[in-house]
């Protein structure tokens, strides 16, 4: 399993916004340097936020994004799935006997489900509230060097 740019960035984007002072609406812009998320990136993964009941989207000049819950029910698991798909680890796990004819007699589907299982739960225990992130990573980055 690969935890892929568009996960990262949508966990950059949330523990930001989970930072903020309650209904703040942060820009597009700020949110995009601070927490160093190239624009073309940042867009879809809004958009899938914005779809997965994560995050609020605001239009015009005074536009931007809050989160839509409480930083506290937000759970990094969530926040893969809104932007990724569900969590699985192999294909077989999901699909079942349909995609794999040997899934009755494999001796390995316990192993990965049981890896799964644990994985789904302790990303299920982490919210965005526990990596809230106030300043942005460019500025506590530049902070080590200054």
């Known amino acids: 399993m690969n935890v ?28 995009e340097k601070k927490q160093h998320i190239p624009p073309h990136y940042l ?3 809004m958009k ?12 015009g000049c005074r536009g931007g994004f809050s989160l839509a819950r409480a930083a506290q029910t937000i759970s990094i698991k969530e926040v893969y799935e809104a932007v990724e798909r569900p969590l699985v680890i192999m ?9 794999c004819s040997y899934i009755p007699v ?11 299982t644990l994985l789904a ?5 982490v919210s ?8 942005g990573l460019r500025e506590r980055l530049g902070g080590l060097h200054g």
């Open 4 to 31: 892929g740019y568009r996960v990262d960035y949508a966990v950059r984007a949330l523990s930001y916004l989970a930072a903020q002072p309650p209904g703040r609406i942060v820009p597009r812009a700020e949110l």
């Open 43 to 45: 867009s879809k993964i």
């Open 48 to 59: 899938d936020l914005v779809s997965g009941g994560l995050v609020k989207s605001y239009l």
């Open 91 to 99: 294909e077989c796990l999901e699909k079942g006997p349909s995609y």
């Open 106 to 116: 494999c001796t390995q589907v316990s192993i990965w489900q049981r890896a799964q």
């Open 121 to 125: 739960n302790f990303l299920s225990g």
């Open 128 to 135: 965005v509230n526990d990596i809230a992130d106030q300043k």
